[in-house]
């Protein structure tokens, strides 16, 4: 079952929602081979196995809005050729190849739910349902917990209110800032690290139990 986000014209009127806290709960557990899978899986993105990876995934593994998916998309994914690349983005293909690998690897340490369908999917947060009012690319959930909400852009600056695991609105995410400018659900605004603002466009990945009783990462994928 998913999470409602309940909220009242966040961007644009002038009613405000209590703030929700949704703190992290990792159902993997209530599968023992389910955690068996993922460890192992870890494992092999850890050292980088690019075979072994590829070997875990479904035959029409998800991977974005606008490929064809399946295992060799993965494995072009995962060694991403240069000569596959525009001109300029050429010269930036080991930085793209690492983000691509570590954003695997921390998507699949990530707790995660059951579906209703009895798929099981990271980060447990994309249980969320935001309201269809809401922009997601604006949405970004604090990871963290007690983490400071400050005055103004600086670890010095006076903490107006401790966040933990809740939706946080960006209207002007800064590449590459300490801190972002946000707006809290109830209306309070402030300025949080970057550190602890995940996307809720971001990356999730879904494991899915085959006819034959073994588990496979079928999704792997980010955007709305």
């Known amino acids: 079952m998913k999470y409602t986000l309940l909220l009242a014209a966040l961007l ?3 009613a405000f929602a209590d703030r929700q806290s949704f703190p992290p709960v990792d159902q993997a557990d209530r599968d023992p081979s389910l955690v068996g899978f993922r460890e192992t899986l870890l494992a092999q993105v850890t050292a980088r196995n690019i075979d072994a990876v590829v070997a875990a995934a479904c035959p029409d ?11 060799e998309e993965l494995r072009a994914n995962l060694i991403l050729d240069p000569e596959t690349l525009s ?4 010269e930036n293909a080991d930085a793209l190849r690492a983000e691509y690998w570590s954003d695997l690897e921390y998507t699949l340490s990530q707790p995660g ?8 999917w990271m980060p447990y947060q994309w ?14 959930f604090v990871t963290g917990t007690n983490v400071s909400l400050r005055q103004s ?15 946080a609105i960006i209207r002007d995410f800064q590449d590459g800032a300490e801190y972002q400018r946000v707006l809290l659900t109830d209306g309070t605004q402030g300025y949080m690290h970057s550190d602890f603002l995940w996307p809720m466009t971001g990356h999730r ?15 792997f994928v980010s955007g709305d």
């Open 61 to 71: 593994i998800y991977l974005s809005h606008g490929g064809d998916g399946g295992p």
């Open 153 to 167: 852009p600086d670890r010095n600056a006076p903490i107006l209110t401790p966040i933990s695991h809740e939706i």
């Open 127 to 140: 249980q969320i349902t935001l309201p269809a009012s809401l922009d997601p690319e604006l949405a970004y």
């Open 113 to 120: 739910y059951f579906d209703d369908e009895g798929e099981f």
């Open 12 to 14: 644009c009127g002038p």
């Open 205 to 219: 990945a879904a494991f899915v139990k085959s006819d034959v009783g073994d588990w496979q990462l079928c999704t």
């Open 87 to 90: 001109e300029e983005q050429r």
